[in-house]
């Protein structure tokens, strides 16, 4: 029995990851240790609450005290780190919790996993590390910056990030490499595009959308909305992760993309046609949308966010040909089965939008 320790585990991508790793690896124990700030949700996780090989634990990962005291209890072999600040406008707004968590945060756990895993030093003065133990640390393709019209992200591209989000995210990234440098720490890095599926919190582009749609409210679209972005589904992410954790080379980096370009308004249009479509074929529990008024009047172009990246797009070539990692879904079958989730999940989507959200929604998009 392996024990992993998964960080920030109640939010979108983490949630995701701990129920295909129970379904995927029946001899993995899963500590989940999650601060639930406003992106982390219990209710994610309802379905394995009680699974036998599963633990949570609500604590804060720059607790190293804390951290720490998990690795000793539960003798941590493999650590997979989402728990993060994960969103570039909050970012613009408030850049010190992103350092903190981000960057300190991933430091307090490269410690500890250093320090539980150690077993000695070699000849040169290099610590060494008890077998099958690995470090996994979940970066961004945020962090290469933006590319022009054309052109791919590989592992070579040089780290050029814009926003504090992104900058956060490049300096936890370079600490992690350079554990794997100057202390030898066993470390991957992968870093993906951006996700999309159930389960994601709506400050995000598509479940903003979406639940704009139901609400018969206006899509607030930043600049031109000619941006784009490589959209990736969460069940391949996890997929990407699983095969780097379990079969990646020691101190290498992973990008992992779903080679889907898409500019966002194409998604807007995709969300409003999808969504009229469905509430005019079927009813949906809790939606009393009338899809005669779902139409392009929504759609309005505000402020463009602040340093905004234009393009990202990602190389997959190193994964594909050296772990064998391939992404299963099409954007269109990945973006219908989403929707669909949405559709039928109206009491989650209203779970999330109550207490914070409301507030935080105003202060963002008041002044656009
Ligand atoms: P999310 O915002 O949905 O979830 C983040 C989780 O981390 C939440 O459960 C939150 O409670 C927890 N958390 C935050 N601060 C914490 C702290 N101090 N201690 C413990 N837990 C804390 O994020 P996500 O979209 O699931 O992203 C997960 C990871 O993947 C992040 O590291 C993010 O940078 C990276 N990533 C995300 C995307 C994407 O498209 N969503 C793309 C590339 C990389
Ligand atoms: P987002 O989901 O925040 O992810 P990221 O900034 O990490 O790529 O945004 C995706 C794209 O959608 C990005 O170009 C910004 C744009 N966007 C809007 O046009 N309107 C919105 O309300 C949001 C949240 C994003």
Redesign the pocket.
């Known amino acids: 029995m392996k024990t992993l320790l998964v960080?920030?585990?109640?939010?979108?991508?983490?949630s995701n990851f701990v129920k295909e790793s129970l379904r995927a690896f029946p001899d993995f124990k899963i500590v989940n240790?999650?601060?639930?700030?406003y992106?982390?949700?219990l209710e994610n996780l309802k379905d394995v609450e009680d699974h036998p090989q599963y633990v949570f634990i609500k604590?804060?990962?720059?607790d190293a005290a804390l951290v720490e005291r998990l690795f000793e209890e539960h003798d941590i072999d493999y650590v997979v780190?989402?728990?993060?600040?994960?969103?570039v406008d909050r970012s613009i707004e408030d850049p010190g919790i992103f350092v903190k968590?981000n960057i300190m945060?991933t430091q307090v756990l490269l410690d500890a996993a250093k320090a539980h895993w150690e077993t000695g030093k070699d000849d040169l003065g290099y610590p060494t590390y008890r077998e099958g133990v690995k470090y996994l640390q979940?970066?961004?393709?945020?962090v290469y910056g933006d590319l022009g019209k054309t052109g791919l992200f590989t592992e070579k591209t040089s780290l050029k990030p814009n926003s504090p989000y992104s900058a956060s995210?490049t300096a936890a990234d370079l600490l992690v490499r350079s554990y794997g440098k100057t202390f030898k720490l066993p470390i991957n890095i992968t870093r993906?595009?951006?996700?999309y599926g159930a389960y994601?919190?709506p400050e995000?582009l598509i479940p903003l959308m979406l639940s704009n749609v139901l609400d018969l409210k206006p899509l607030p679209i930043y600049g031109d909305g000619m941006q784009v972005r490589d959209w990736l589904h969460v069940k391949d992410h996890c997929i990407g992760i699983a095969t780097v954790l379990l079969h990646g080379k020691d101190g290498e980096v992973y990008n992992i993309g779903g080679n889907n370009e898409k500019a966002n308004i194409e998604i807007v249009d995709l969300i409003l046609e999808t969504v009229r479509k469905k509430l005019t074929e079927k009813k949906y529990s809790g939606i009393d949308t009338d899809p005669a008024k779902i139409d392009d009047s929504l759609k309005t172009y505000v402020e463009d966010r602040l340093g905004h990246d234009r393009r990202y797009a990602i190389d997959n070539t190193k994964i594909t040909t050296e772990l064998g990692f391939v992404p299963t879904y099409t954007f269109e079958e990945g973006i219908e089965e989403t929707i669909e989730w949405y559709l039928n999940n109206q009491d989650w989507l209203d779970q999330v939008r109550s207490g914070d959200y409301q507030d935080y929604y105003e202060k963002m998009y008041s002044k656009k």
């Open positions: 960080t920030g585990g109640a939010g979108f991508i983490g240790l999650d601060a639930l700030t992106a982390g949700n604590g804060d990962i720059t780190h989402f728990a993060a600040e994960s969103h968590t945060g979940v970066s961004t393709d945020e995210k993906c595009s951006n996700n994601q919190f995000k």
